[in-house]
């Protein structure tokens, strides 16, 4: 049917063009995706002409895997729920031969069928355009009479080859088990990268989310099939007319968790701005390492608290930034200003030895209008230090006590005039 | 940790499905404790501080329990400080710094967004915030992610916070008196507000002892439900201890409440 039948029949209709090389992207994303559940994943070609457009095929090799996921039924379940996440349309199918299963799903037959004995009765009475034959193939086939495929397969498998070509029989031996059908196993790259490509620009971050939901989860999967964890990825926004923005999403430990992954990416893109429409969406990862194994001992639930920790942390440094979350360190310096420091969590201290000092530091010494001299505690204790470098200091400190009963930490500046400064409080 | 108390871990895990249940910990202040309920700061609660100025020694109070809580593997955040927490006092105080977190939020939204994420988090023991204003619905919150979490949240608050109810388990009024730092306790829960304790203050300033074996009795005693009887206090005073005076102001008020016989 052209566009201007289509039209004629349903005017509402909505003209979509077709991208053959994204719908092959989509299938290798899949693919990888489709790697954790079977290790041998054999990826089908997507064909440009419109008659095979729904033929994309998929097929993952299942017998191996059904020990693993506890079952026939449960895999299924499993396949089925996650791909159902990733909101693609599909079809499934179970056979013994690669090409019988394809030809099982397109033809909708949801039934495990294990041996060629039953793959050869069940499909006996399906129409021959359901095989994955060329189109001219199946139209001769039909106007001799030929038009389901147990006719087909009843006819001598010389004849159809003198009239139709040995590749016809070659597919249907294959399909019915008589040779074997060895073909490429798909192998994962070592690199991820995936690209999803809007048919008009996003406005909203709010609108992102839903591609980003799903190739977030699909990398989740790639990183399973993998069984690796990834501790940082890029994603990377595409405008229409200015440069891409790139945002790179960090984790504190190595994790495949696509729920953690999507509120991290949620959190920076709420606060980023994007400078303009969103027409194009990638995800790249190239660093991957092993994820820490989630074993736990009964009582001790440190291991699971380290992991909840990391996770925490990498949200409030997702929103906050990086300079917004550190932790402090002793500096050997006698300068108040130069004897703390901010430093990376994780990282070891060496325990320094100090005189009493005030709990809050003032990042400014505050100068201080005197007009009687307040009650001194204790003091001074005179710091004289930074030749070296431009901060030079000579200071006498004092603990004060004021009126209201709040003790301050003040200097009396020597290098100067002697004037009086705030420099912390004993809070 | 030995057989018997692996067992009785294993006991209370089957029973309750909470593996261990301090619910409370203690200020690490006598007096404080003392005047709480409970005999401390209880776990999974918000408490709001209100001191009248900076600088009376409104954090210090917060240092014993802090320092124990990064000695036991837990992690303490302080977020939007007022000034610079200083790592080497903070290291005087017994601050374990490979166990402090500090959040710089730019904005009131975030900062009460941080205080959420880390009283929620249960690596953190205790968390200390410094928001500009608080609302009730706010404060709400916080207390609920603190029970989630099993840690405590210290809020700090302007002096006029005071007049405001709010729905924080614990509230105290700081100031000073000639004696120390005076501390007006407004609200508790599990107990009558509205009494205050004075604390001298420059006990605050070091590292405050391990509370004693006797010191502890009386805190049991005292958060036990049935009254204390008196020969149970006349034990524990017999007992040496280093806060002579202050058990013996405890002695006083537990007889007070006595039924008289």
């Given at each position: 049917m052209n566009y201007a039948a289509a039209v004629a029949v349903c005017p509402q209709v909505k003209m979509l063009e077709r991208?053959?090389?994204?719908?092959?992207?989509?299938l290798e994303r899949l693919a990888a995706w489709a790697y954790q559940f079977s290790s041998t994943v054999i990826l089908g070609k997507t064909s440009s002409h419109f008659q095979d457009a729904r033929r994309a095929v998929l097929w993952l090799e299942i017998g191996a895997s059904l020990k693993?996921?506890?079952?026939?039924?449960?895999?299924?379940?499993?396949?089925?729920?996650?791909?159902?996440?990733?909101?693609?349309?599909?079809?499934?199918?179970?056979?013994?031969?690669?090409?019988?299963?394809a030809l099982l799903a397109r033809a909708g037959i949801r039934i495990a069928i294990t041996n060629t004995q039953a793959l050869r009765s069940r499909i006996r009475d399906l129409p021959i355009h359901q095989l994955a034959m060329p189109t001219h193939v199946c139209q001769n086939l039909v106007t001799s009479g030929v038009r389901t495929i147990g006719l087909l397969l009843e006819l001598p498998r010389d004849a159809i080859a003198k009239r139709f070509g040995p590749e016809i029989t070659l597919f249907l031996d294959r399909l019915t088990g008589s040779i074997a059908d060895p073909r490429p196993a798909f192998t994962l790259p070592p690199r991820y990268a995936a690209k999803f490509d809007f048919d008009f620009e996003l406005k909203h971050s709010e609108a992102l989310l839903f591609p980003l939901k799903r190739m977030v989860r699909e990398f989740a999967g790639f990183l399973r099939g993998h069984d690796v964890g990834a501790q940082t990825f890029m994603l990377v926004f595409e405008h229409r007319e200015v440069p891409a923005t790139r945002i790179q999403i960090g984790l504190s430990i190595p994790d495949r968790d696509p729920e953690k992954f999507l509120a991290l990416v949620r959190e920076r893109l709420e606060r980023t701005e994007l400078p303009a429409h969103t027409i194009g969406l990638r995800l790249l990862a190239d660093q991957f390492s092993t994820p820490t194994t989630q074993q736990s001992d009964l009582f001790s639930n440190t291991l699971q608290n380290s992991e909840e920790l990391a996770h925490t942390l990498d949200r409030i440094t997702a929103r906050l930034g990086k300079n917004g979350i550190y932790g402090l360190r002793s500096v050997a310096d006698h300068r108040p200003e130069s004897s703390w420091s901010a430093a990376s969590i994780t990282e070891k201290r060496r325990s320094l030895e100090f005189p009493e000092r005030p709990l809050w530091l003032l990042s400014q010494p505050k100068p201080l209008q005197l007009s009687a001299m307040p009650q001194i505690t204790s003091g001074p204790e005179r710091i004289e230090s930074g030749w070296w470098d431009a901060a030079d200091v000579q200071r006498d400190y004092y603990i004060v006590r004021?009126?209201?009963g709040s003790d301050l930490w003040v200097y009396r500046d020597l290098s100067g005039n002697g004037e009086w400064y705030l420099h912390g409080f004993w809070s | 940790m030995n057989r018997a108390e692996t067992l009785e871990q294993l006991a209370r895990l089957c029973r309750t499905g909470i593996a261990a249940a301090p619910a409370i910990e203690s200020s690490g202040v006598m007096e404080l404790d003392c005047a709480l309920p409970h005999g401390g700061w209880p776990v999974g609660t918000i408490v709001e501080l209100m001191p009248l100025t900076t600088g009376i020694g409104e954090f210090r109070l917060l240092m014993p329990l802090l320092a124990r809580l990064t000695r036991t593997e837990n992690y303490i955040a302080l977020i939007s400080t007022?000034?610079?927490?200083?790592?080497?006092?903070?290291?005087?105080?017994?601050?374990?710094?490979?166990?402090?977190?500090?959040?710089?939020?730019?904005?009131?939204?975030?900062?009460?967004?941080?205080?959420?994420?880390?009283?929620?988090?249960?690596?953190f023991g205790a968390v200390v915030a410094w928001p500009t204003t608080v609302r009730d619905r706010e404060?709400?919150?916080?207390?609920?992610?603190?029970?989630?979490?099993?840690?405590?949240?210290?809020?700090?608050?302007p002096p006029a916070a005071a007049l405001e109810s709010s729905p924080a388990a614990i509230r105290l009024k700081l100031q000073t008196n000639q004696n120390g730092l005076e501390i007006d306790i407004l609200k508790c829960r599990g107990a009558r507000g509205g009494f205050s304790v004075t604390i001298d203050s420059t006990r605050l300033n070091?590292?405050?002892?391990?509370?004693?074996?006797?010191?502890?009795?009386?805190?049991?005693?005292?958060?036990?439900?049935?009254?204390?009887?008196?020969?149970?206090?006349?034990?524990?005073?017999?007992?040496?201890?280093p806060y002579p005076s202050c058990l013996l102001k405890l002695c006083k008020r537990a007889r007070s409440r006595l039924p008289p016989s």
């Open positions: 991208n053959v090389p994204s719908e092959q992207c989509a693993l996921f506890g079952g026939f039924r449960n895999l299924i379940e499993t396949i089925e729920r996650e791909l159902q996440s990733l909101s693609y349309t599909y079809r499934l199918g179970i056979g013994p031969t690669l090409e019988g299963a004021t009126s209201n | 007022p000034y610079i927490p200083f790592a080497p006092a903070l290291a005087r105080h017994g601050i374990q710094l490979e166990r402090l977190v500090v959040i710089d939020a730019k904005t009131q939204e975030d900062t009460l967004w941080a205080f959420e994420q880390t009283l929620r988090c249960k690596s404060v709400r919150r916080l207390q609920l992610a603190a029970e989630a979490g099993r840690s405590i949240g210290f809020l700090y608050r070091e590292e405050a002892p391990s509370l004693p074996s006797a010191v502890q009795d009386v805190r049991m005693a005292r958060s036990s439900d049935h009254p204390p009887s008196a020969s149970h206090f006349f034990l524990c005073c017999g007992s040496a201890s």
